[in-house]
């Protein structure tokens, strides 16, 4: 079984949030949902989602993947918490998946595990990423670090997501339901 943890703070990006949740839960991963506040939180459109755990109810458990949704101010909330820069230097360390969409990348770097990493992000926040190897790719893998660009990107960077995790055939099972553009 592979885990995947997924922060949730408030001002989050509800389509990423919710699509990466979808799409790796279609593909059999046991994803847990971790608020860093208790109760439901609000994400950037006004949306409520509950989270299915408190951040400090997992910060010990082991995951395969810790992925980031966007969106304002849901991205300084995630910047600014000192646990989910912990399990992002721990992940680091340990050379598992990290990923990232829209603003998110800035929290990868603000915990100090991009350099010299490739890494893509919203336009918006790309001159927050001097110093860093920007692409323009929607989608872009390096080692162990994956990183996407907008709502827009969300269901590609997922089934990348699925592809790293389970191979390119359960990534191919998964999108049979959804039918995506890959």
């Known amino acids: 079984m592979k885990t995947v943890l997924v922060p949730l703070a408030p001002g989050f990006e509800e389509i990423e949030t919710i699509t990466i949740v979808d799409i790796l839960r279609r593909a059999g991963a046991q994803v847990t949902l971790a608020g860093t506040e208790e109760g439901p939180l609000e994400g950037s459109r006004g949306i409520h989602v509950l989270p299915d755990e408190q951040l400090d109810n997992i910060l ?3 995951f395969d993947l810790i992925v980031l949704p ?3 101010p849901g991205t300084d909330n995630l ?4 646990r989910v820069a912990q399990l992002l ?21 603000n915990a100090g595990i991009l350099e010299n990493r490739c890494v893509t992000s919203h336009p918006s926040v790309q001159n927050d ?7 323009e790719d929607r989608v872009v893998v390096d080692g162990h ?7 827009g990107t969300a269901m590609e960077f997922s089934l990348k997501l699925v592809e790293i995790l389970f191979g390119s055939e359960r990534r ?4 049979k339901g959804v039918l995506a553009r890959i």
Do not use: F, H, R
């Open 145 to 151: 670090i994956v990183t996407s660009k907008s709502p």
């Open 60 to 62: 010990e458990n082991d």
């Open 70 to 72: 966007g969106g304002q």
């Open 129 to 135: 990423l001097q110093g860093i190897t920007y692409k």
């Open 89 to 109: 230097k721990k992940m680091d360390g340990l050379n598992k998946n990290i990923a990232a969409i829209c603003a998110a990348p800035l929290v990868l770097k």
């Open 79 to 82: 910047k600014k918490d000192a």
């Open 172 to 175: 191919d099972v998964v999108n």
